[in-house]
Nanobody
């Protein structure tokens, strides 16, 4: 299973970006998917997650109401729509896949597969 994140870039405060994570491999629809981010000098932190069915989503408090996770199983892709971006959202964003049942935000170590990361920079 391989994941490829894309869509990062430079945006001004208050702007929007949509990140994509394409997954190659069998049974994509059976994986819960998560987004994480890691700012310089900080630990990787969960941003949000979506269940394999798409019926459940979970978000970190810091992004609730601004970020939205969705998935398109026909395209084997999960998205992270980011609105109202703030300078503190600046980080490398990673997508990850989890083969179990999603129950809230999981720790990074619980995910089975990772993408390579895409950089999001929010200027003030």
């Amino acid at each position: 299973v391989q994941l490829q994140a894309s869509g990062g870039g430079l945006v001004q405060t208050g702007g929007s970006l949509r990140l994509s994570c394409a997954i190659a491999g069998p049974n994509f629809s059976k994986y819960a998917m998560g987004w994480f981010r890691q700012a310089p000098g900080k630990e990787r932190e969960p941003v949000g997650a979506i269940s394999w069915s798409g019926g459940l989503t979970y978000y970190a408090d810091s992004v609730k109401g601004r970020f939205t996770i969705s998935r398109d199983d026909a395209k084997n892709t999960v998205y992270l729509q980011m609105n109202g971006l703030k300078p503190e959202d600046t980080a490398v964003y990673y997508c990850a896949a989890y083969s179990g049942r999603l129950k809230g935000l999981l720790r990074a170590g619980e995910y089975h597969y990772w993408g390579q990361g895409t950089l999001v920079t929010v200027s003030s």
